[in-house]
Structure formats: structure tokens, C-alpha cells
T-cell receptor, first 116, second 114 residues
């Protein structure tokens, strides 16, 4: 079964506007971590933001924020004031494991295109 | 600070040839190590992960194998490459024990099997 689902294969956003990238996850664990990564065309994977399952406040990192809705098992990434350099693939990931949190599962990604 | 080195950056190999991709981590001890594969325009598929020397967990049965001969060295191998082995291979490491600690990736190897 899919652990992480990203339903938007591609998104367009106008420069300086905000955009939300969707992510839903599936787990029966109580403790887990949710991450977003950015992958530019160069291929490197850049860690953006983290949300813990016990965190009550939504995580924020500069222009990135994570809209965490635990009951709905969603962890959407919000990018405010989009910039041309935000054009990239974005991956949602979950870290879980019964004892040592050894496994990271990734979604299929969303390709974001920022239009000037 | 911790760094991860992965090489080579690109590789073109004929079908049936062997493969060896190497990854090393510096600046940390006893990391969890991972190999992921990414098909063009697709998500990341976990191939192997390791929690210690000689300890390898395989997530997907295939003609690839992994080894961890030293604490901070992770090697991905194949005896005979298939066309379907083409893709972007990413090595990564994480600190064990804790859901809040991210994966840190190498720059990847683009493998083309011809």
C-alpha cells in the first residue's frame, strides 16, 4: 500500500504568489516524522522542512510552511511568495519504524513550475 | 560538519556488465545508510538500507546487491546489468533513532545501461 501519496504530478504558479503542494500519508504508528524535499533539475535532494507527529504547531522555515492535519493524515507544503528558483520537483517523505525509525518513504513527487 | 560523497556522477555501461557504485560519509559515526533509485521523472524507490557494518536490508528483490564493509562506506553492486537498471541512484545517510532526523543525500549517479 502507498505510504505517501502526492496527487499533483505538476503544478503551475505565478511568481510572487503562494502555492500549496498536497501530501497524504498512511501509517498506524503514533510516532513518525514528515519531511519535504526539493529536487532541482541538477538532481540533488534538498531538505526543506520537518513536522513531527506530536508537534502541535505547524512547522515553518522561511517561505516554507507545513500545513499538518493529523486527523486527515495530510502534510501539505505551502510556499509563499514563489520565486523562479522554486521551480523543481518536490517530494513528501515519512520516516517511521517500529523501533529505530529506519525507513523513509517518499511520494511520487510534484513538479512545480513558477511562471514569471 | 557531515558530508556524503558519491561517485561516479555519471556512468554508461553495457547490458551484462558489472556495476559498483560507492558512497562514503564523513563527520559522523554509525549512520544509517540508504540506496535509492529514481526512474526519470518519478519518485524515489528504496533499494537497500543498513543500520551497521554487514547489516543490509533489501526492500526490492532485483539483481542488485549492497554491502557495507566499513562503518561509513556503502556499496551498490550488480554482477550483470539489465536495461531496466538505468536510472538515477542516490545514496543517503541519517542519524539513527528518532523520527525527526532527516535523510541527507549525495549528489547521485546517473546510470545508463545500453
Amino acid at each position: 500500500a502507498q505510504k505517501i501519496t502526492q496527487t499533483q504530478p505538476g503544478m503551475f504558479v505565478q511568481e510572487k504568489e503562494a502555492v500549496t503542494l498536497d501530501c497524504t500519508y498512511d501509517t498506524s504508528d503514533q510516532s513518525y516524522g514528515l519531511f519535504w524535499y526539493k529536487q532541482p533539475s541538477s538532481g540533488e535532494m534538498i531538505f526543506l522542512i520537518y513536522q513531527g507527529s506530536y508537534d502541535e504547531q505547524n512547522a515553518t522555515e522561511g517561505r516554507y510552511s507545513l500545513n499538518f492535519q493529523k486527523a486527515r493524515k495530510s502534510a501539505n507544503l505551502v510556499i509563499s511568495a514563489s520565486q523562479l528558483g522554486d521551480s523543481a520537483m518536490y517530494f513528501c517523505a515519512m520516516r517511521q519504524g517500529a523501533y529505530n525509525f529506519n525507513k523513509f518513504y517518499f511520494g511520487s513527487g510534484t513538479k512545480l513550475n513558477v511562471k514569471p | 560538519s557531515q558530508t556524503i560523497h558519491q561517485w561516479p556522477a555519471t556512468l554508461v555501461q553495457p547490458v551484462g556488465s558489472p556495476l559498483s557504485l560507492e558512497c562514503t560519509v564523513e563527520g559522523t559515526s554509525n549512520p544509517n545508510l540508504y540506496w535509492y533509485r529514481q526512474a526519470a521523472g518519478r519518485g524515489l524507490q528504496l533499494l537497500f538500507y543498513s543500520v551497521g557494518i554487514g547489516q543490509i536490508s533489501s526492500e526490492v528483490p532485483q539483481n542488485l546487491s549492497a554491502s557495507r564493509p566499513q562503518d561509513r562506506q556503502f556499496i551498490l553492486s550488480s554482477k550483470k546489468l539489465l536495461l531496466s537498471d538505468s536510472g538515477f541512484y542516490l545514496c543517503a545517510w541519517s542519524v539513527p533513532d528518532g523520527p525527526g532526523l532527516p535523510l541527507h543525500f549525495g549528489n547521485g549517479t546517473r546510470l545508463t545501461v545500453t
